[in-house]
């Protein structure tokens, strides 16, 4: 069983940065491949970045060339840092993690969430 935590979340001005957080629990963080997920008020929950266990990275276009997923598996803990931030990226974020390392960008192939941190960007 893996246990996630995040912090971070906060309300910033438009252009402005964030970094969050994801503590995990377990000896076997970095065979695990973690993601972050979003979700907005009324819409789906969609995939933000993930980097696997071998730590290949990878993001949504949306957010690519401002957001970086990065990892240290010394502390159990994945990063995603926030640049250039825009009113659209407020959504609650989520960390997500699954033993392996995968490719997978659908939330149904995660096993473990956090639960959660506001993310708030006003214009």
């Known amino acids: 069983q893996v246990q996630l935590v995040e912090s971070g979340g906060g309300l910033v001005q438009a252009g402005g940065s964030l970094r969050l957080s994801c503590a995990a629990s377990g000896r076997t963080f970095s065979t695990y491949t973690m993601a972050w997920f979003r979700q907005a008020p009324r819409k789906e929950r969609e995939f933000v970045a993930r980097?696997?266990?071998?730590?290949?990275?990878y993001a949504v276009e949306s957010v690519k060339g401002r957001f970086t997923i990065s990892r240290d598996n010394a502390k159990n803990t994945v990063y995603l840092q926030m640049n250039s931030l825009k009113p659209e990226d407020t959504a609650v974020y989520y960390c997500?993690?699954?033993?392996?390392?995968?490719?997978?960008?659908?939330?149904?192939?995660?096993?473990?969430w956090g639960q959660g941190t506001q993310v708030t960007v006003s214009s």
């Open positions: 997500a993690a699954r033993p392996g390392n995968y490719a997978s960008l659908r939330y149904q192939d995660y096993n473990y």
């Open positions: 980097i696997r266990s071998s730590g290949t990275t």
